[in-house]
C-alpha cells in the first residue's frame, strides 16, 4: 500500500494549507485513514483520524476546531484541511492507512506511511 502525501509548504501563522494523501491501486473504503506529525526535536504525535465511511472522526487536542479531516473514496484521496495555524504546528506530515480503527487513533503505530510533507508556519 502505497500512500502519496501533498500539499505541505510555507505559510504565516493564521494562515490555511490543505494536505491531501492519495492511495491508489487498492480497495480504498477498507481503510481507516489519519494524519500523524512530528515537529523538530520531537515524537511523532497523532493529529486526526477517520473511519472508512468517515462517519468517525478523532483528533489530538492541540488541532481541534482549526483542522479538518475528510475523504472521498471516489478519488481514493484523503484530506486534512488546516486553519489558523500556529508556529507550533510546523512538522512534517504523515498520513497513514490501516484496517483498524484503534491503530490510527489509539496510540499504536499504524501498518502503512506516506513519504512525509513539510509544513511550515512563519511567525
Known amino acids: 500500500v502505497q500512500l502519496q502525501a501533498s500539499g505541505g509548504g510555507l505559510v504565516q501563522a493564521g494562515g490555511s494549507l490543505r494536505l491531501s494523501c492519495s492511495i491508489p491501486?487498492?480497495?480504498?473504503?477498507?481503510?481507516?485513514l489519519g494524519w500523524f506529525r512530528q515537529a523538530p526535536g520531537k515524537e511523532r504525535e497523532f493529529v486526526a483520524g477517520?473511519?472508512?465511511?468517515?462517519?468517525?472522526?478523532d483528533y489530538a487536542d492541540s488541532v481541534k476546531g482549526r483542522f479538518t479531516i475528510s475523504r472521498d473514496n471516489g478519488k481514493n484521496t484523503a484530506y486534512l484541511q488546516m486553519n489558523s495555524l500556529k508556529p507550533e504546528d510546523t512538522a512534517v506530515y504523515y498520513c497513514?492507512?490501516?484496517?483498524?480503527?484503534?491503530?490510527?487513533?489509539?496510540?499504536?503505530?499504524?501498518?502503512?506511511w506516506g513519504q512525509g510533507t513539510l509544513v511550515t508556519v512563519s511567525s
Open positions: 497513514v492507512a490501516d484496517l483498524l480503527w484503534m491503530r490510527v487513533v489509539g496510540g499504536t503505530t499504524p501498518d502503512y
Open positions: 491501486r487498492v480497495n480504498f473504503s477498507r481503510y481507516v
Open positions: 477517520i473511519s472508512w465511511s468517515g462517519d468517525s472522526l
